[in-house]
């Protein structure tokens, strides 16, 4: 079947409705459009498609995601300890993070524990706050189940997503 053909199958539409409405499409034509879109998202990379969800977005919000680690949202983290030493001829690191919490309680934990045992929890951004010296800073709501009531927090960018 040729462009042509396709386009000549294609129903018109002469006037656009706010009501959503049943338009008959043939099968064979649902089919190609359909494997169509799914080579596209195939193709396309995850970072391009996030970029078009939040250039495309009709109501504004934009959502992110947060560290959480043992059911505490994660603030901020830093390197405190990284040894690379070689024992025995095998070489081993150590590194050490020191984690802050909501309530500003900090834990040292090792790097390996938290990368592999925090978990991402989904945030709506409510706001954005650029400081002198380039840093920015997001106010966000927890939205996602499992973190209890709705929380707001303001969380420098480097710790989200």
């Known amino acids: 079947m040729t462009k042509e053909e ?65 059911d505490k949202i994660v603030t901020a983290w830093k390197m405190v300890e990284d040894l690379v030493e070689k024992i025995n001829g095998v070489w081993v690191e150590k590194q050490t993070l020191e984690i802050t919490y909501i309530d500003d309680e900090k834990e040292r934990i090792p790097a390996k524990t938290f990368w592999l045992q925090h978990q991402k929890k989904l945030v709506q951004v409510l706001s954005e706050k650029k400081l ?24 420098d960018i480097v710790f989200i997503n």
């Open 6 to 70: 396709i386009k000549a199958e294609e129903p018109k539409v002469v006037e656009e409705k706010a009501t959503e409405e049943t338009v008959p499409v043939k099968r064979s034509t649902l089919e190609k459009m359909l494997d169509r879109i799914d080579r596209l998202e195939f193709a396309a990379s995850k970072a391009q498609l996030a970029h078009f969800d939040a250039k495309s977005k009709q109501d504004g919000t934009k959502e992110a995601s947060i560290s959480v680690y043992n």
């Open 132 to 155: 002198v010296g380039g840093q920015i800073i997001w106010e966000v709501e927890t939205i996602e189940t499992g973190l209890g009531e709705p929380v707001k927090v303001s969380l």
